[in-house]
């Protein structure tokens, strides 16, 4: 039998919103769990996850973690597999791991009615820009042009894109805009843009989902004017909750008891926090 405790890892970690969500969760659910935080920064993420005993239930990563947490797991799912990164684990003599951001990202999605992604343009090249391709791809997305800082460390973008059926490309942010449906911006939150690079993205059209929730808006959003502009709060939403599906029942898509009414409690946690 699996224990009932559960953190987020991840360095920095004091800003995330995890704990949060968890706590209102499983409160909604009626279990007697705890969800707690630690910094835990790549270097020592082995040692802390050896040292994990049998009162463990499972892990949330967050960046820098995510590639380490693939390594750790056992068995990965679809959406792990195709990204190399995994930001669930759950614990046992074989550690599960789950990507629970693609479905996140395409929930978010659904929810503002983004449905037109056909000519998609991802910023950034990290583990969340790799999410974000598969959720586009699988939402309908015909051609991805991932911009990054450093082109040549994105190529594995076009391989990822092959296996996933649709026409990638990748180029700088310096590159000529041409006009896509949605952007999505995968950045660090923080992240500052030289208005130069920015306003064509913005003049191309299409709406931005910003994968960035605080602070917000984001320097990306304040300026942007190209159509509708949504949060990451949605994501980080719509990804714990197939979080607390894995760990209530080993599946990101086995829906939970009264799932409308644990979302509701997550929400009304989220945004009062």
Request: hydrophobic letters at 45%; a negative charge; glycine letters at 10%.
């Amino acid at each position: 039998m699996r224990g009932n405790r559960l953190e987020v890892w991840g360095d920095p970690i004091g800003h995330s919103k995890s704990p949060v969500l968890h706590a209102a969760a499983y409160r909604a659910l009626g279990l007697d769990w705890h969800y707690g935080r630690r910094r835990v920064d790549a270097a020592g993420f082995a040692g802390a996850f050896a040292a994990l005993d049998d009162t463990w239930r499972g892990l949330s990563v967050t960046m820098p973690l995510k590639e380490a947490a693939f390594a750790a797991a056992a068995t990965r799912d679809r959406h792990a597999q195709f990204t190399g990164a995994v930001n669930t684990l759950l614990l046992g003599a074989e550690p599960a791991g789950f990507n629970t951001d693609v479905g996140g990202i395409l929930d978010a999605l659904a929810e503002n009615d983004i449905r037109t992604m056909s000519r998609t343009r991802i910023l950034g090249a990290g583990a969340t820009a790799a999410s974000a391709l598969v959720a586009t791809a699988e939402g309908g997305a015909e051609h991805v042009e991932i911009r990054a800082r450093r082109p040549e460390r994105a190529e594995l973008f076009r391989a990822l894109g092959e296996r996933l059926g649709i026409a990638v490309s990748v180029t700088g942010f310096d590159a000529p805009a041409t006009a896509v449906d949605l952007t999505v911006a995968t950045l660090p939150s923080g992240t500052m843009l030289d208005d130069r690079l920015v306003a064509p993205l913005s003049d191309a059209g299409g709406a931005l989902f910003d994968a960035a929730y605080a602070p917000w808006p984001s320097a990306l959003a304040s300026i942007w004017h190209g159509g509708q502009v949504t949060s990451g709060l949605a994501m980080l939403l719509h990804q714990a909750i197939r979080q607390v599906r894995v760990f209530v029942h080993g599946d990101p898509l086995h829906v939970l008891e009264n799932e409308h009414r644990v979302r509701d409690e997550m929400r009304s946690a989220l945004m009062g926090d």
